[in-house]
């Protein structure tokens, strides 16, 4: 395993730190979330098609942090 520096690692995309640096990973799946949601609202899709879009594609972001972020 490579030595730890300041930034810390990454370990299943969660950066780590000694703990968890919480507060950096919450903004950085707030970002992401809210980017592909603005995409899927600026596309052309329809009212359905933007339901699915959001739920296969924007909440899979924030699914995969729940149980590891508080």
């Avoid at 592909?36 to 052309?44: D, F, G, Q």
């Avoid at 359905?48 to 972020?69: C, D, E, M, P």
């Amino acid at each position: 395993m490579k030595e730890i520096d300041d930034t810390g690692y990454k370990n299943l995309g969660i950066l780590e730190y000694d703990k968890m640096k919480e507060k950096k990973m919450k903004d950085v799946f707030a970002t992401d979330y809210k980017w592909r949601i603005k995409l899927v609202l600026k596309s052309k899709l329809n009212g359905k098609n933007k339901i699915l879009a959001i739920n296969t594609g924007a909440v899979v972001v924030l699914r995969y942090s729940f149980g590891v972020l508080d």
